[in-house]
Antibody, heavy 120, light 112 residues
Framework: EVQLVESGGRLVQPGGSLRLSCAASGFTFRKYAMSWVRQAPGKGLEWVSL????????HHGDSVKGRFAISRDNSKNTLYLQLNGLRAEDTAVYYCTRVGAGTDPPFDYWGQGTLVTVSS | QSVLTQPPSVSGAPGQRVTISCTGS?????????VQWYQQFPGTAPKLLISDNNNRPSGVPDRFSGSKSGTSASLAITGLQAEDEADYYCQSYGDSQSSPFVFGTGTKVIVL
């Protein structure tokens, strides 16, 4: 059974930093691209970052480029998201997702999410 | 900053058929990219409902179906049930390298 378990979310002050983790199990982690998707309170879904299976292909959305960094440790089956220069508008539940197979693959599995709150 | 437009809500009585539209542009759905649909209940993570325009993952009831035409896509729920009351999001790809994944604005399905 595929499982994705996020951790690391908490209350942080504006300008602060945080690292989110996502522990994966139930599949061959290194074979799949992974992504972070966030959802602000009461709002819709927003794609944040993507990393290829080997870690060599990385993309970030415009709203987080230069502030957030996605990475992975395939020896530990763990995905990370380093959040720097946090702003109030980064307040959201952050979901770890697996990018499935196919030409235009879906986010086929999602973690339960971890809440990041940016406030003074 | 959702790029795909969905109606805020749709409603129907149990047993009825409802459809949710997802309108994009020539830079995303109209460029030929596949459309996926996700279902989200309050306080829980989204779940993949439809992939590649009209494919249901294992375990998804066949009352859910997807279609795509031109720059738009649709999700249909036939034989609406009380447990279908949830938020639904479409998702596709875009031509922009800075935002390769695009989501819809989301639709709340209300079962009357």
């Amino acid at each position: 059974e595929v499982q994705l378990v996020e951790s690391g979310g908490r209350l942080v002050q504006p300008g602060g930093s945080l690292r989110l983790s996502c522990a994966a199990s139930g599949f061959t982690f290194r074979k799949y691209a992974m992504s972070w998707v966030r959802q602000a309170p009461g709002k819709g879904l927003e794609w944040v970052s993507l990393i290829g299976g080997s870690g060599g292909s990385i993309h970030h959305g415009d709203s987080v480029k230069g502030r957030f960094a996605i990475s992975r440790d395939n020896s530990k089956n763990t995905l990370y998201l380093q959040l720097n220069g946090l702003r109030a508008e980064d307040t959201a539940v952050y979901y770890c997702t697996r990018v499935g197979a196919g030409t235009d693959p879906p986010f086929d599995y999602w973690g339960q999410g971890t809440l990041v709150t940016v406030s003074s | 900053q959702s790029v795909l437009t969905q109606p805020p809500s749709v409603s129907g009585a149990p047993g009825q058929r409802v459809t949710i539209s997802c309108t994009g542009s020539s830079s995303n759905i109209g460029a030929g990219y596949a459309v996926q649909w996700y279902q989200q209940f309050p306080g829980t993570a989204p779940k993949l409902l439809i992939s590649d325009n009209n494919n249901r993952p294992s375990g998804v009831p066949d009352r859910f179906s997807g279609s795509k035409s031109g720059t738009s896509a649709s999700l249909a729920i036939t034989g609406l049930q009380a447990e279908d009351e949830a938020d639904y999001y479409c998702q596709s790809y875009g031509d922009s390298q800075s935002s390769p994944f695009v989501f819809g604005t989301g639709t709340k399905v209300i079962v009357l």
